[in-house]
């Protein structure tokens, strides 16, 4: 069992998958390789991350910023037909026992329900929070989004809601060089609704070289 620390400590490095992608609605498959190259945030990257998506004031302790995970993403994808996409972000997971009112920061008033893929029971060893990403994978711009973290089961999930989706991705380590990671993509339903329409379901072997 891994702490979060250790969870996100073991991500940093060059990863590589091959993903399998359906799209029920189309009823088509595609494949697609995947490199990831994962860094470490510097301590002045976090802040100023972290000042840019959160209130003044709303962390109860601003010296532990430097204490949240944070990364620089790069990644470079080549679809079977030859279509290729390359994107560099940051990402800030905030956890939120640290935030003063987390109920107040509401990443969308106008979200609909949490999708079913995304439930997790409370217990006392998950972790929930946020994360600030100053790019979204399927719209251009800053994101926030909220994650969970179950140590028992070395499980990261990470739900964004999209102005026309809705994300949920999960990511478990097997092993300190392998990990599986899940995608599945709602047609985004109107507030309050629970997402049932299924845009998309992607899954991998990701491993580290």
Avoid at 77 to 93: C, I, P, Q, Y
Avoid at 113 to 121: D, F, I, T
Wanted: glycine fraction near 6%; charged fraction near 20%; hydrophobic fraction near 35%.
């Amino acid at each position: 069992m891994l702490e979060i620390q250790d969870f996100f400590s073991a991500c940093v490095g060059t990863w590589k998958t091959e993903r399998t992608y359906h799209y029920p609605l189309h009823n088509e498959v595609e494949r697609s390789y995947t490199e990831f190259n994962v860094g470490t945030l510097a301590a002045a990257e976090k802040s100023q991350i972290s000042s840019s998506f959160l209130p003044l004031g709303s962390i109860a302790d601003p010296s532990e910023i430097d204490r949240f995970p944070g990364f620089t993403i790069g990644f470079n994808t080549v679809s079977e037909k030859g279509d290729r996409v390359a994107m560099n972000l940051k990402a800030l997971f905030v956890p939120e026992k640290s935030i003063i009112a987390p109920h107040l920061l509401a990443t969308d008033p106008l979200a609909p329900a949490m999708p079913l893929a995304a439930e997790v029971l409370d217990s006392t060893e998950i972790i929930r929070g946020f994360y600030l990403r100053d790019e979204g994978y399927s719209e251009t711009g800053a994101i926030t989004g909220r994650f969970t973290y179950l140590p028992s089961r070395q499980s990261l999930e990470l739900v964004t809601y999209y102005s026309r989706s809705v994300a949920v991705d999960q990511l478990r380590l097997i092993s300190p060089t392998s990990r599986l990671r899940t995608i599945v993509t709602y047609q985004r339903p109107q507030p309050g609704e629970v997402p049932t329409v299924i845009n998309l379901v992607g899954f991998g072997l990701e491993q580290k070289s």
